[in-house]
């Protein structure tokens, strides 16, 4: 690969772009750019584990926490094969960027494993999980980095971490992961979190541009978490869900997709593809539909400048993290797309998982209602935040964002000073 393709496709340096862009409008001093432009730690650790015929597995796994300075670390952990070094590097900035957004005391963090997790069992999953557990819990804890789920992650892999972490401890600690199952200390309210708060940001954008959301067309890349809620939460303010797709394939219809539907159908198939009544679509075409709302809820990289000009919703909301480039940016920008960074669109994942994270350290739980209305509040602050800085500074709404997250931890790491 040439060095300009690695560096366009390479998401850290996409991160480290994006950093420079706003740390260049907020005249950032030198150190605290150069401080703040990598992760603090790296760990990388390799991972065996036996597989269900006796045999051993080997599998390359990390733990990165970007920054700690306005809170322990906290982020997700991915399970995917294209999981490298640099992709974790960069969902633990965005990760700072993000708790800063929103105002969490917290930093950023990420983990992953290079493996597909399809290709093991439920038990192997487990062992693996185990294992990768042990190896990164000298750095992990809940005054230190608390992991979530991401990525082909969710509450059952939370749990075994939980249980892994607490045998160690020799007593329960439901305050290490996030996203864990409500039975052993999870929120409620916390597996919808991320496409709740990705609705309240489409619906804050809707009164900003003076148009209601129901009745808009919505197409939807990505069916796991954000992506599958995203459509049952926009379905049932009468928007209309057009295209949805998953790493197999996508479907589409014109008159509108069911959740009920289309849920049943990947259930049953493992895939949104071929679901009844609907067409089938591809993952690139999807996101060049005429709708009036997209979002992208899958993988990074997906938006770039070849088929940016293509991409013209009125409203980009990104559930996923990372899925634009850079040097899309301007082009989605001159044709009118309104820009609802990752850093903003999908930080109601991380702000229920500080909910839980509280609710857990003080054995004190909370009704949905509460979870939900906190959220609600905290997600329409930030996007009234966010949308005033890019009024006042004539920037996108993403180099706003960035400005937000980037000056709060500037302004902790310049008050903090530099140790030793
Ligand atoms: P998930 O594992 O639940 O779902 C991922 C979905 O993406 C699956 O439907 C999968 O089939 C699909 N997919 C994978 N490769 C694809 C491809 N090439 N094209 C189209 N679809 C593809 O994961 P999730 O938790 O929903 O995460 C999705 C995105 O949202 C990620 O970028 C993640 O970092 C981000 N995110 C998730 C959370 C959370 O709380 N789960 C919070 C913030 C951000």
Redesign the pocket.
């Known amino acids: 690969m040439s060095v300009v393709a690695e560096k366009v496709s390479n998401p850290f340096h996409v991160a480290q772009r994006q950093f420079d862009i706003a740390a260049d409008r907020l005249h950032l001093e030198d150190g605290i750019r150069l401080k703040l432009r990598v992760p603090r730690r790296c760990l990388t650790v390799s991972v065996p584990f036996e597989r269900d015929d006796g045999s051993w597995m080997v599998v390359q796994a990390h733990r990165v926490q970007h920054d700690v300075s306005r809170g322990p670390a906290k982020g ?1 952990i ?1 399970f995917h094969p294209n999981v490298t070094l640099d992709e974790v590097k960069a ?1 633990a900035a965005w990760m700072t960027w993000k708790c800063a957004v929103v105002n969490l005391p917290y930093g950023g963090a990420k983990g992953g494993i290079e493996v597909d997790p399809k290709a093991l069992s439920l038990h192997e999953l487990e062992r693996m999980t185990r294992r990768y557990t042990n190896e990164i819990a000298i750095i992990i804890g809940p005054e230190k980095d608390i992991p ?5 992650t ?1 509450a059952q892999v939370m749990a075994w971490i939980m249980d892994t972490f607490s045998m160690r401890e020799g007593f329960a600690t439901p305050g290490v992961v996030t ?1 864990k199952p409500i039975s052993i200390g999870g929120s409620l309210g916390r597996r919808e ?2 496409a709740r708060g990705c609705t309240v940001a489409i619906e804050e954008a809707c009164k900003h541009l003076g148009r209601p959301l129901e009745g808009m067309t919505v197409a939807i ?7 599958s809620i995203a459509h049952d939460l926009l379905h049932e303010r009468k928007a209309k869900v057009v295209a949805v ?4 394939g996508g479907c589409h219809s014109a008159r509108g997709l069911d959740p009920k539907v289309i849920q049943t159908f990947k259930n049953e198939s493992g895939t949104v593809s071929g679901a009844p009544g609907t067409d089938r679509i591809g ?1 690139r075409e999807l996101l060049e539909l005429k709708v009036d709302i997209l979002l992208p ?4 990289g997906q938006i770039t400048e070849d088929n940016a000009p293509r991409i013209r919703p009125k409203i980009l909301a990104e ?5 634009t480039n850079p040097d899309a940016d301007p082009i989605l920008h001159e044709n009118g797309v309104f820009l609802i960074p990752d850093i903003l669109a ?1 930080a109601g ?2 702000t229920v998982s500080y909910f839980e994270w509280v609710q857990d350290l003080s054995n004190y739980f909370w009704t949905e209602e509460e979870v939900n209305q906190k959220l609600e509040t905290i997600m329409k602050r930030s996007f009234r935040d966010v949308l005033a800085i890019s009024q006042e500074h004539h920037v996108h709404m993403r180099t706003a964002a960035y400005m937000l997250g980037i000056g709060r931890v500037a302004d902790a790491t310049r008050l903090r000073g530099l140790y030793g």
């Open positions: 997700g991915r969902l979530a789920p991401d990525v082909y969710d996203g979190a991320t890349q990505g069916y796991g978490n954000a992506g797709s998953d790493s197999h993952n809820a899958a993988l990074e559930a996923a993290n990372g899925p999908n994942g991380v």
